[in-house]
């Protein structure tokens, strides 16, 4: 589906605006945890009744935990260059104003969706690892 491809994600404004804006929230501790409590703010929001929207909900869960993770110094082994298209992908994730405007029925989360999917395509290596991690190692992180 061409709705999928990389070069939506890629080449989409408000996914650039959000890369940008991710650099500066990545080092500041209260800013990310800002971030972080508004998307589970959102998902909380969603309804999960459709496999789409309950796997839109799920990888954005698993962002929020690696950017809670980082954050509390807990794990550090996932690649800057990861963290930022995470980060990026939970700004355009709580964002209402994006490509498609998530005020607009069914519409409104598929570029949400769209941007989640390419994030977790781009860095489903680190989200393995990371994942493995929390199975073995982690804390619960508050």
């Not at 703010?41 to 698993?62: I, V, Y």
């Amino acid at each position: 589906m061409a709705f999928f491809d990389q070069a939506y994600t890629t080449d989409n404004a408000y996914f650039k605006k959000a890369k940008h804006r991710a650099k500066g929230i990545l080092n500041d501790p209260k800013r990310l945890r800002n971030l972080a409590n508004a998307a589970m703010d959102k998902m909380r929001e969603l309804r999960d009744d459709t496999e789409g929207m309950h796997s839109l909900k799920d990888q954005a869960n698993t962002f929020v935990r690696m950017i809670r993770s980082y954050q509390a110094g807990d794990y550090k082994f996932t690649p800057w260059k990861s963290l930022l298209l995470i980060t990026a992908g939970i700004i355009y994730f709580v964002s209402p104003l994006d490509l498609i405007p998530d005020f607009i029925p069914v519409l409104g989360f598929m570029d949400d969706i769209t941007v989640l999917l390419w994030v977790l395509n781009s860095v489903r290596g680190d989200v393995e690892k990371y994942e493995e991690w929390e199975k073995t190692y982690a804390q619960p992180v508050r």
